[in-house]
């Protein structure tokens, strides 16, 4: 949760050398800043009135479109493809190596990062006295929350929460329609070879599928491996896969070593936009609707 501590009037001179970050010069800053507490539990000090935003990933830019915010926007990712015309950004490297002279040149007043991106890049960008702000997205509820800190840091509060408010509505509609339904064990698949690699508890998928009225047949914590042995012990009834899985929809129905399986036998395979169903993003709305529209055959707006 966001964390407005205080309102101080400061003039910050960074002067930490970061190493291999050459001789760029630390960024001298001044005017009005507010404490943020961000997804990391960290406490970041943000000028009052943003101006100017860099992205380093591609679900804070999506959120940041979402919010009316993409006049401000002035760095992205080779990674960052959505909306299209995110594409008339400039570029600031790799999602996992950004890079930091090109931030630097850019200036921003925040940079809003990924949990992913601790350990490297947040510190070396926040050693030239640029502010990261890092979100956390692994699942529904630390994606609205995502929305809720950015909204906040860049002075869009109602934009923010009509966004949160929003999704829960249509979340919660989505939950009252599939009551309806006997609930199914459903199986999701970010990768389909022997061992699959699959969604289990506590993930962003987790969450869509039980808003959609499945049971995730995986219990363990997180994304984890499994065989096809194990995969006809657990029986799902139906498998999601992404068109990024490793395998199309026939060739998994036509693999010999599921045979058994209600979902295979059934067929009852479906595939499912990645970005919609991975990305902590409102896209997830589309995502909730095609997993619906799969096992529940309920074709949703």
Known sequence: MIDKKHIITVLAIILIAVSGAGCMDAIEREGEYITYTDQMDREVEVVEDVESIISI???????????????????????????????DIDSVGAYDNP???????????????????????????????IPVIVVKPVNYENLLGSIELISNVT?????????????????NDIKDIVAEYEERDVLYVTW??????VAGQGT??????????????????GHTDIGYETLIDINPEVILITEHSG????????????????????????????????????????????????????ELE
């Open 204 to 221: 962003l998928q987790n969450d869509l599928l039980e808003i959609a009225g499945a049971n995730n047949i995986i219990t363990q914590e």
């Open 247 to 298: 395998m199309t929809v026939t060739e998994l129905l036509d693999e010999s070593k599921l045979e058994g399986i209600d979902a295979i036998d059934n067929e009852e395979v479906y595939e499912i936009l990645e970005d919609e169903t991975t990305r902590a993003t409102p896209r997830i709305v589309d995502g909730v609707n095609s997993i619906v529209d799969a096992i529940y055959d309920i």
């Open 99 to 129: 890079s930091l002279e090109s931030i630097v040149d850019k200036d921003p007043d925040v940079v809003f990062a990924s949990s992913e991106h601790t350990g490297g890049p947040v510190e070396e960008i926040e050693g030239k006295g």
């Open 192 to 197: 389909a070879d022997d061992p699959m690699w």
């Open 57 to 87: 990933s591609p679900s804070n830019t999506e959120i940041i479109y979402a919010l009316g915010l993409e006049d401000k926007l002035i760095g992205v990712t080779d990674y960052c493809d959505y909306p299209p015309e995110v594409e």
């Open 155 to 171: 002075g869009v509060d109602e934009a923010g929460e009509e966004l949160v408010n929003d999704i829960a509505e249509h979340m």
